[in-house]
């Protein structure tokens, strides 16, 4: 993708479309500033996530599958979450290596398979825009706010993904661009734990908290996620009082293009970030609200 | 001091391994490296390289037994650590299956537990549905309280839906489960 089209399938995922709508509506308003415009697949499906692929890999494939034949031919499908784009990524490259494997999902299906089809992560597009200029008038807009950026396991994929597109970096460099401080800290590729935060809520507890006071002692304000699944789980299984307030990437995008437009988001986090921005002056000061700690 | 005999199924277990995951487990050099980079080596009973030489020694038992393989979540740490591109998290889900299918003793049941709601989520409704996952799981696991404080913060905050996102065409759901084969 040379240009930047504006119009791009999506595929939002189960996280974004539930438990981190925040997540969704931001980089919706985010794009839509700069009139790229989002249809999301019709009728899509989960992309399996962790626990598919751990039981049953035909069906991990034939899920991810299903959403590669329902998107339309000849339009790029942006996705946000690392672990969707991961799935389809996958499946993608495996039916592309396998021309048994299509025609099967081809008959199934009833429709041809697109080996052509394009998924394209939100950091990706991000660089893009970043290049073309499209965040020049924005200069200054977070000033001073000094932030750990979190890619979690984003950054790492099986071997025979090792030659993708690798976004390390995008970060700290968009988020300077706006006038934020990023830090350097040790645990910005360091796992959340994700779904051992319900059956091993111990493990995914360590690691957390773990990551959230590397995060204070480098001396950050408040830590940057590229993944719904990290920022719920920093979220829920960090101890009071080793806590910074987490953001969803597209939310920190979308407060450097206007103050205003955050407010329903902040009140889904379970940290509240608010006193922070207020403190910053990223947000307008609420009349007679006492600042009471960040957790609400 | 027992030693180990190498016999023919301990090749025939690197086979199935091998072609499950699509690796070749004689590329694994032992320098530690996944197990030095994996966030959760210290809470396994048998480090991830470990596991590689079980496999090729022929202790499909232990391998199949150990909490190792459910602690893994797929973070592919591992991979990028690995300096001969063994694919660590695919030999693992090789293993989580190899386990399943044959009815292994399950070192961790409260993960395959988890797994298992969230499969089944996905068979209603094409999609997860978080709060009814989180539900089915601890009525599972008979643990309905530990994380009740949490599970009503999370619900204030409103992030548990209370109904389930959901895929239209059902039947087209139905029928991947259907050519993919028995769930655990």
Not at chain 1, 92 to 107: C, D, F, G, P, V
Request: aromatic share 8%.
């Amino acid at each position: 993708m040379n240009d930047i089209p504006n119009q791009l399938s999506y595929f939002p995922g189960c996280s974004l479309a539930t438990t981190a709508k925040e997540n969704n509506t931001s980089l919706k308003s985010f794009l839509n500033h700069f009139d790229i415009d989002l249809s999301e697949i019709e009728d899509w499906n989960c992309c399996g996530s962790s626990s598919t692929h751990s039981v049953n890999s035909k069906l991990a494939l034939s899920l991810a599958a299903r959403n590669l034949f329902l998107a339309p031919p000849n339009q790029q499908v942006l996705i946000a979450c690392p672990g969707c784009f991961l799935r389809l990524g996958y499946a993608k490259m495996t039916l592309n290596a396998s021309n048994e494997k299509q025609t099967q999902y081809e008959k199934h299906f009833d429709r041809p398979y697109n080996k052509n089809l394009e998924l394209v992560h939100f950091f990706e597009l991000l660089a893009k825009m970043s290049g073309k200029g499209f965040f020049k008038n924005l200069t200054g807009r977070l000033n001073g706010l000094k932030i750990a950026p979190y890619y979690g396991c984003m950054l790492a994929r099986p071997p025979s993904m090792n030659k993708e597109k690798n976004h390390y970096g995008l970060i700290e460099n968009t988020m300077a661009t706006l006038g934020g401080e990023p830090i350097r800290w040790p645990f910005l590729s360091s796992c959340c734990g994700t779904f051992l935060s319900v059956s091993k809520p111990k493990i995914a507890e360590k690691l957390v908290n773990r990551i959230m006071k590397g995060a204070i002692q480098s001396g950050a304000e408040c830590i940057v996620t590229a993944c719904a699944m990290c920022h719920l789980n920093l979220e829920i299984r960090c101890k009071p009082g080793n806590r910074l307030p987490i953001f969803h990437f597209s939310e920190l995008l979308s407060l450097a293009l206007d103050k205003k437009a955050s407010k329903d988001w902040f009140k889904r986090h379970l940290i509240n970030p608010e006193p922070l921005l207020e403190k910053k002056q990223l947000i307008p000061c609420q009349n007679g609200r006492k600042s009471n700690g960040f957790f609400r | 001091m027992n030693g180990i005999t190498l016999d023919k199924t301990a090749q025939e277990f690197v086979n199935q391994v091998e072609e499950l995951s699509h690796s070749n487990l004689s590329q694994c050099w032992h320098c530690l490296c996944c197990s030095g980079g994996c966030p959760f080596s210290k809470d396994m009973d048998v480090l991830p390289n470990s596991i590689i030489r079980m496999i090729q020694f022929g202790m499909k038992e232990q391998a199949l037994n150990s909490s190792t393989i459910w602690l893994c979540v797929g973070c592919n740490t591992c991979s990028m650590e690995c300096p001969n591109a063994v694919d660590m998290a695919a030999i693992m889900d090789a293993l989580r299956q190899m386990a399943i299918r044959k009815n292994a003793k399950i070192a961790e049941p409260g993960v395959l537990a988890f797994h298992n709601a969230v499969v089944d989520s996905i068979s209603r409704y094409g999609r997860t549905h978080k709060l009814e996952i989180m539900m089915r799981y601890k009525f599972s696991e008979k643990d309905l309280f530990s994380d009740i404080d949490l599970g009503l913060k999370m619900l204030s905050k409103r992030k548990l839906d209370l109904l389930p996102s959901k895929v239209k065409d059902k039947k087209s759901i139905q029928s991947l489960f259907k050519m993919s084969g028995e769930v655990s």
